[in-house]
Structures are given as structure tokens and as C-alpha cells.
């Protein structure tokens, strides 16, 4: 990858699939990626991880200092719209459930 100009070896498809501590709501997601899974897809979420913390150390929505997962020291959206604009695919659907 990185000693070919950082040509893809391959892709990272990933689905979830979670329900509400109450249940009367479900989340389903889908990620895609250019990138093989192993060292691909790890490199391009760090730096973009790395960048949108540096990015925010500049302004006033800090993120949160310590350690922590991507999610908690930036925020979900941010990650996802991060991400995106790194040319990851993501789709984030919710729904309430009937519950009988």
C-alpha cells in the first residue's frame, strides 16, 4: 500500500446491526472503503482521526483530552462526516419498532 502510491489491495465492507436498551428502536449501519482492512483501512482512520483532533485543538469545540475511543473524544457525526469526506461510504439508518 504504502510503497505502491497508495493503491488499494483490496476493500473494508462492515455492517452493525443494534436495538435500544428498551427496544423500541433498532440502528442498522454500513461502512465501505477502498482500503484492505489490515493496514488501509487502519492508516486512513487514524490520520483522519488525527486530523479532525488537530483540527479541533484549533477551535473552541475541543475534544475530549485523555484517552479515548474515536467516538468519544470527537463526537459520532464529526467521525462519520470525517470519514466521508476521506471517501469512506457510511449509512446510518434508525427505526422505532412496534412493540407488541
Not at 436495538?19 to 482500503?35: D, F, N, P, Q, V
Not at 475534544?63 to 466521508?84: H, I, K, S, Y
Request: proline letters at 2%; aromatic letters at 4%.
Amino acid at each position: 500500500l504504502m510503497l505502491d502510491g497508495f493503491k488499494s489491495t483490496g476493500v473494508t465492507i462492515a455492517s452493525g446491526f443494534g436495538i435500544s436498551r428498551s427496544g423500541g428502536m433498532t440502528a442498522t449501519t454500513e461502512l465501505k472503503c477502498k482500503y484492505d482492512p489490515g493496514l488501509g483501512f487502519t492508516m486512513l482512520s487514524a490520520c483522519t482521526l488525527a486530523s479532525v483532533i488537530v483540527k479541533r485543538l484549533e477551535s473552541d469545540d475541543k475534544p475530549c483530552t485523555g484517552f479515548q475511543t474515536a467516538v468519544t473524544a470527537v463526537g459520532g457525526e464529526a467521525l462519520a462526516d470525517a470519514l466521508r469526506a476521506m471517501g469512506v461510504e457510511l449509512k446510518v439508518t434508525t427505526q422505532r419498532t412496534s412493540r407488541l
